[in-house]
């Protein structure tokens, strides 16, 4: 099972923890596979626009993003996609995904 653990703050990612890996299936997992794409889009694309970011990934199936400061629109777009790639692939793979969003 794959853990997304998403902190919002004024519609923007403020803190987000990816744990855990999904059900292998001939050899490879879509969700974990799609996942792993996702976070290492959106944390390349804070980098290449300057969000200040701190990004952590210990372990093998660990992660860990704690965005600095809201960034405004830009940062609201990201979100926004995001969230509707993980709802996605929790509403395709449900017993594969689970996801926590909150609002600080």
């Not at 853990?3 to 744990?19: A, E, G």
């Amino acid at each position: 099972m794959i853990r997304v653990h998403i902190l919002l703050f004024r519609n923007q990612i403020k803190t987000l923890h990816v744990s855990g890996h999904a059900k292998m299936s001939k050899g490879m997992s879509v969700p974990c596979a799609t996942v792993s794409l996702m976070v290492h889009a959106i944390s390349k694309s804070l980098a290449q626009e300057k969000i200040a970011a701190h990004g952590v990934a210990d372990a093998p199936g660990e992660f860990f993003l704690d965005v600095q400061a809201p960034a405004g629109e830009y940062l609201r777009g990201l979100t926004s996609m995001f969230l509707a790639g993980m709802s996605k692939i929790k509403q395709e793979y449900p017993k594969e995904l689970l996801l926590d969003i909150l609002e600080d």
